[in-house]
């Protein structure tokens, strides 16, 4: 318990971010073996980027294949979906198939974008946070407390919200 605290205190306390600051940028391999930067989506899209504990569980697949079954929407919002876990590209691999998942998994096993972004975990299961971030690469919103079941539904209201302002 105190190593988890302690986890917890170093996540949270190295970053905190909120709407208007720049999104750190980060280089990540996929589930496919490419390699992504956060820079590659700059001028182009908005960018889903969710945390979330590991593959292949219960609340995880919830939430992933909520964003798969709402994928043309967020075409259609020209927004990208990217997932980061600290699972490694194998496990990735066999969720992505599994699941049918369509957009990338990216492979965080060092904690380091979960650091870049203040994102808590314990071990190697990061929190359930999200980060919409807009095409100028500004963090629009930070969700906190995600609930998997209306998650994808509430950021494409709010995705709505941010293209008409």
Not at 18 to 46: E, H, M, R, V
Not at 148 to 154: L, Y
Request: net charge negative; with cysteine.
């Amino acid at each position: 318990m105190k190593r988890f605290l302690m986890t917890m205190m170093i996540a949270t306390a190295a970053v905190t971010l909120k709407a208007g600051d720049t999104a750190p940028a980060f280089t990540a391999t996929a589930t496919d073996g490419s390699t992504i930067n956060l820079a590659d989506y700059a001028g182009k899209q908005n960018v889903v980027l969710y945390f979330y504990p590991e593959d292949m569980t219960g609340g995880c697949t919830r939430e992933a294949c909520s964003f798969r079954d709402d994928l043309s929407k967020y075409a259609a919002a020209n927004t990208a979906i990217l997932g980061v876990s600290m699972d490694d590209q194998a496990k990735h691999r066999q969720f992505t198939q599994k699941d049918s998942l369509t957009f990338p998994l990216l492979v965080d096993t060092s904690g380091t974008i979960c650091n870049a972004y203040g994102v808590p975990f314990s071990g190697h299961h990061a929190h359930r946070w999200t980060f919409l971030i807009g095409k100028d690469g500004k963090i629009v919103k930070t969700y906190h407390d995600v609930d998997p079941r209306i998650h994808s539904a509430e950021l494409l209201a709010d995705i709505a919200s941010h293209a008409s302002n």
